[in-house]
């Protein structure tokens, strides 16, 4: 059930994000055992009546929930037709640059990475970093759900389109994209555009966010039902629409370049 921020703000009490069932969780180094884990995640979208809302949502520790909220830090510069906007400030309603022309963010979802905290489901057990697209670009810091747009010339004979999508976790290369563990809470968000698109964060390609169709066609009905009403723009998550790019890894990408 979504709670207003007010009710219930974000906190860095490891207490906050647990409650009772037969999962074991460690939080700061300690075993809790009968605890499964859970995240909080704000939100703020425009409403279907174009007023804005802001809530706040307990839900699972687990990838597909997580991955709404978790691909870029704090500080993160969005490019949008006003310029470069911390992914922090940006609101509803902001117009930001992507590889279609501008788009209306309609969506953003936030959350924290915790050091030392470890369960057998949540993604967020490191961060990426990667160095900004140019002198005057800061490093990139990155969640595990982040999607890099990879380009290349046979893509389209290949594939019939310019780009894929691919995790900045595949391209891990412990030089130029290293995987981290801060010591400390580090803020993490994701936006969504009223059309799913590539935007460009530090200067780097990326997707705003969508949740895919494997997700939509894999979850149960409740899960569908808590994942829907934390997207209050939405009447269906079918609604998010087509992909920008196909998704792929890797692995797939370097297969078809030899092909």
């Known amino acids: 059930m979504a709670q207003t921020s007010t009710d219930h703000p974000v906190t860095t009490d490891f207490n906050a994000y647990a409650v009772s069932t037969d999962k074991v969780a460690t939080f700061d180094g300690q075993p809790r055992r009968d605890l499964p884990v859970t995240r909080l995640i704000e939100a703020t979208a425009i409403n279907p009546d174009h007023s804005v809302s802001d809530q706040t949502f307990t839900v699972p520790a687990t990838p597909s929930f997580e991955a709404c909220a978790s691909a870029f830090a704090r500080g993160t510069l969005i490019s949008t037709v006003m310029g470069p906007i911390a992914v922090e400030d940006l609101i509803p309603g902001d117009l930001v640059e992507t590889h279609r022309g501008p788009q209306q963010l309609v969506w953003k979802g936030s959350t924290q990475y915790l050091p030392n905290f470890v369960s057998e489901t949540t993604s967020l057990t490191h961060l990426?970093?990667?160095?900004?697209?140019?002198?005057?670009?800061?490093?990139?810091?990155?969640?595990?759900?982040?999607?890099?747009?990879?380009?290349?010339?046979?893509?389209?004979?290949?594939?019939?389109?310019?780009?894929?999508?691919?995790?900045?976790?595949?391209?891990?290369?412990?030089?130029?994209?290293?995987?981290?563990?801060?010591?400390?809470?580090?803020?993490?968000?994701?936006?969504?555009?009223?059309?799913?698109?590539?935007?460009?964060?530090?200067?780097?390609?990326?997707?705003?966010?969508?949740?895919?169709?494997?997700?939509?066609?894999?979850?149960?009905?409740?899960?569908?039902?808590?994942?829907?009403?934390?997207?209050?723009?939405?009447?269906?998550?079918?609604?998010?629409?087509?992909?920008?790019?196909?998704?792929?890894?890797?692995?797939?990408?370097?297969?078809?370049?030899?092909?």
């Not at 990667?130 to 893509?155: C, E, K, S, Y």
């Not at 310019?162 to 936006?191: C, E, F, K, N």
């Open 128 to 259: 990426l970093r990667l160095p900004g697209a140019g002198m005057d670009q800061g490093d990139l810091i990155l969640g595990p759900a982040a999607r890099l747009v990879i380009r290349h010339d046979r893509f389209a004979d290949l594939l019939n389109c310019d780009a894929v999508l691919a995790p900045a976790s595949d391209y891990v290369d412990g030089d130029r994209i290293l995987q981290i563990t801060p010591p400390g809470p580090v803020q993490l968000y994701h936006v969504a555009l009223k059309r799913h698109g590539i935007i460009r964060a530090n200067g780097h390609e990326l997707e705003s966010y969508h949740p895919g169709r494997v997700f939509a066609s894999e979850v149960g009905t409740s899960v569908r039902a808590v994942m829907l009403s934390m997207f209050t723009h939405l009447n269906d998550l079918d609604a998010f629409g087509d992909l920008a790019f196909p998704r792929t890894t890797r692995e797939a990408i370097e297969t078809l370049r030899v092909a």
